[in-house]
C-alpha cells in the first residue's frame, strides 16, 4: 500500500479516484451521497466540513477537489441552473489554508484557471470531455489532439454511433457500455455521466506525486508564481541560490 494519501473529495464513483491510485496514491473519499461503487475507502458527509478539520487533513499528503459542475455547465443555456450549489470560492479558500498540494477539477465554463485542460481524445479514449483543472503545483498537459471524430448528436441512438465507432457524449443515465469510451468497469450510467476518465488524474497524479512529500512548501508555490511569469524552473533554482 502506498504511504502517500490522497484526500478526494466530492468524489462521486470514483473516476478521478482510480487515475489517483493508478499514479501511486492510496485514496480516501468523501461525498454528499451514499457512493456505493466508490472503489476505496469513503466516507459519507459535507466535503467542506472535512476539509476544514485541520486535525483530519494531517492525515494526507495532497487533496483533490471536484465540487459540484451542474450550475456551470452548458446546459444552463437551456435551463434555470440557479438552485445549483456554487461551491468553488469556499472549496478554494479551503485549499490554500490546507498547507497541502491541492488539485480542483472541473467543467469549461466554471470560474477557475486553466493550469492543464485535458481531453480524452489525447488519452486514446472515444470521449472528447474537456475538463479544467487548477494546480497549486507546475504542471503540464498533453499535446491537445485534433477532433476529427464526431460524437453522436442530440436525439440520435448513442449505443449505434458507438457500435459504428463514433465518439459519445457521456450525460443522463447512459448505458454502462459508455464506461468503456471512459476507461471505467464499475459505475451504472447514472454514475459515469458525473465521472471523469481516471486517465485524467493519472496523469495529473504522477506530477503531484513528485511534489506532495517536498519538505519546503514556499519553494513549490514560488516555482508556481515564477513558472506563470514564463521562467523554467531552471531559472526559478538559479535565482534562489
Request: glycine share 10%; aromatic share 12%.
Amino acid at each position: 500500500m502506498s504511504s502517500r494519501r490522497l484526500l478526494d473529495l466530492f468524489c462521486g464513483a470514483g473516476g478521478a479516484a482510480m487515475g489517483y491510485y493508478w499514479a501511486g496514491f492510496e485514496v480516501v473519499g468523501v461525498d454528499i451521497k451514499p457512493q456505493p461503487h466508490y472503489p476505496f475507502v469513503v466516507f459519507q458527509g459535507d466535503a467542506l466540513e472535512f476539509l476544514g478539520d485541520r486535525d483530519w487533513l494531517r492525515g494526507f499528503d495532497a487533496i483533490h477537489a471536484s465540487p459540484p459542475c451542474q450550475r456551470y455547465t452548458t446546459l444552463g443555456t437551456r435551463e434555470d441552473l440557479s438552485a445549483y450549489p456554487d461551491l468553488m470560492a469556499p472549496t478554494r479558500a479551503f485549499l490554500e489554508a490546507s498547507g497541502l498540494p491541492w488539485v480542483i477539477e472541473n467543467v469549461p465554463g466554471a470560474p477557475m484557471r486553466p493550469d492543464a485542460v485535458l481531453c480524452g481524445n489525447s488519452f486514446g479514449l472515444r470521449v472528447y470531455r474537456h475538463r479544467l483543472f487548477e494546480c497549486s503545483f507546475p504542471v503540464t498537459g498533453p499535446a491537445h489532439r485534433k477532433h476529427l471524430m464526431r460524437v453522436n448528436r442530440r436525439g440520435e441512438n448513442r449505443l449505434r454511433h458507438w457500435q459504428e465507432g463514433g465518439f459519445l457524449t457521456v450525460t443522463g443515465d447512459i448505458g454502462s457500455y459508455a464506461g468503456v469510451a471512459m476507461g471505467i468497469d464499475w459505475m451504472n450510467g447514472n454514475e459515469l455521466s458525473q465521472a471523469i476518465p481516471p486517465a485524467y488524474t493519472e496523469f495529473i497524479g504522477k506530477q503531484l506525486i513528485k511534489v506532495d512529500r517536498t519538505s519546503d512548501m514556499r519553494y513549490l508555490e514560488a516555482a508556481y508564481k515564477e513558472q506563470h511569469r514564463h521562467l523554467s524552473l531552471a531559472e526559478i533554482a538559479e535565482r534562489q541560490k
